[in-house]
């Protein structure tokens, strides 16, 4: 993979990321359709490290206040007691459920999972389980009101994202909404809890990756594609969050649908390959 080709995928990386529309399926339907390798899941991982610093630097200040309030909650022994210390174990608990099935099916995520159908099926899947959570949620909660079963549903359904079309954000957002959470602060802590995740897979493939002959891996490109991450998730997460405040899913809901048709469509033809 070339710079060019890495800059590409490292902006698509962060537009998709935190839209509800999946990263992954978008990194194996952009490649395919320019007729460039797949860069593979290791490479998603370690350019997802862009999307991580996007979030950072976008809420830098709430995590920065859950940090001191989680160590402060350590160190006087009620880690319970103070809302933003509650709030920080809420999202390490919520990242154990994909942490544990990452590691028992990343054989199957690297490979069998990555086929295009099972993508095209996931883009619809998620899609009409988002429409049936906008016609449930009653979106009268909000970040303040999360509570510890919100919190570990949320993170229990965040494993659905190991599966390509799904969408971390998609189906965190989704379970969101089904808690009854209002669509901007659904997003909120969708992002928030990826920080976690995306920071363990992000240095895991990346470490991955250094073990590999040297000349196999374009670091270069890596970085740029990377970098190029970190600036489009920035703003994919500024403009998510004013959009949902305002608007419904309904936009992403028909989009997932008619990608995931539109491959199922090539793939049916031969014009596109699994």
């Known amino acids: 993979m070339d710079s060019s080709q890495s800059i590409v995928l490292g902006l698509v990386q962060g537009l998709t990321e935190f839209l509800p529309i999946s990263s992954t399926a978008h990194l194996r339907v952009v490649p395919a359709l320019l007729g460039w390798e797949d860069p593979g899941a290791a490479y998603s991982a370690v350019v997802q490290l862009g999307t991580l610093a996007a979030v950072i630097v976008y809420f830098f200040k709430d995590l920065l206040q ?24 809420m999202l390490i608990i919520g990242t154990v459920p994909i942490g544990v099935i990452g590691l028992i099916f990343q054989h199957e995520i690297e490979t069998t999972l990555r086929s295009l159908w099972v993508v095209a099926c996931a883009l619809i899947g998620l899609a009409l389980l988002l429409a049936l959570a906008e016609a449930l949620g009653r979106r009268r909660r909000n970040m303040e009101q999360i509570g510890w079963l919100d919190g570990i549903l949320i993170g229990c359904a965040q494993a659905l994202a190991l599966i390509p079309g799904a969408s971390r954000s998609g189906v965190t957002i989704t379970t969101g909404l089904f808690c009854g959470l209002n669509r901007a602060d659904a997003a909120r802590f969708s992002f928030l809890l990826s920080v976690p995740a995306v920071a363990a897979s992000g240095i895991y493939e990346m470490l991955q990756l250094a073990k590999l002959p040297m000349g196999d891996v374009s670091w270069l490109s890596v970085f740029l594609g990377t970098l190029a991450a ?31 048709g539109a491959i199922i469509g090539l793939l049916a033809s031969g014009l596109l390959m699994t």
């Open 66 to 89: 859950m940090a001191v309030a989680w160590g402060r909650g350590i160190v006087q022994r009620r880690p319970f007691e103070d809302r933003q210390s509650k709030m920080a174990w």
């Open 230 to 260: 970190a600036v489009s998730g920035y703003l994919a997460i500024a403009g998510l969050i004013r959009f949902l405040q305002k608007r419904s899913t309904l936009v992403f809901i028909v989009y997932r649908i008619l990608l995931g």
